[in-house]
């Protein structure tokens, strides 16, 4: 049986949106918590969510990004984590962020 619930701890929502942070001209960063090394992830992917869906817009060893050139407007992140077998984990909490 495939074990498909290790990467569930993925982000709380406290520690994502309290890791929003705005930067000069039209950047800002994104951080959250790492998973547990147990969970032997590989990689995290960040999405935008545009309408019903997610579009990719990185894929990140770090446990954080730079996001370039946001548009006026409200923005929707949410994240994602690879483990070792290739194993992506259900989106964390999503984080809407006005710039």
């Known amino acids: 049986m495939k074990n498909n619930h ?3 701890s993925l982000i709380t929502l406290t520690t994502f949106l309290g890791a929003c942070q705005q ?3 039209n ?3 994104l951080k959250w918590d790492d998973n547990p090394e147990k969970e032997n992830v ?3 992917i960040v999405y935008e969510k545009v ?3 997610l579009i ?3 894929e990140v060893k770090e446990n954080q990004i730079t996001i370039n050139d946001v548009k006026p407007g409200h923005h929707t992140y949410t994240v ?3 483990n070792e077998k ?3 984990s259900k989106p964390a909490v999503e984080v809407t962020v006005k710039k």
């Open 42 to 44: 590989k990689n995290y």
């Open 56 to 58: 990719k817009l990185k």
């Open 51 to 53: 309408g019903d869906k």
């Open 27 to 29: 950047n800002f960063s």
């Open 80 to 82: 994602t984590a690879i």
């Open 23 to 25: 930067k000069k001209n």
């Open 6 to 8: 290790i990467i569930i």
């Open 86 to 88: 290739g194993i992506e």
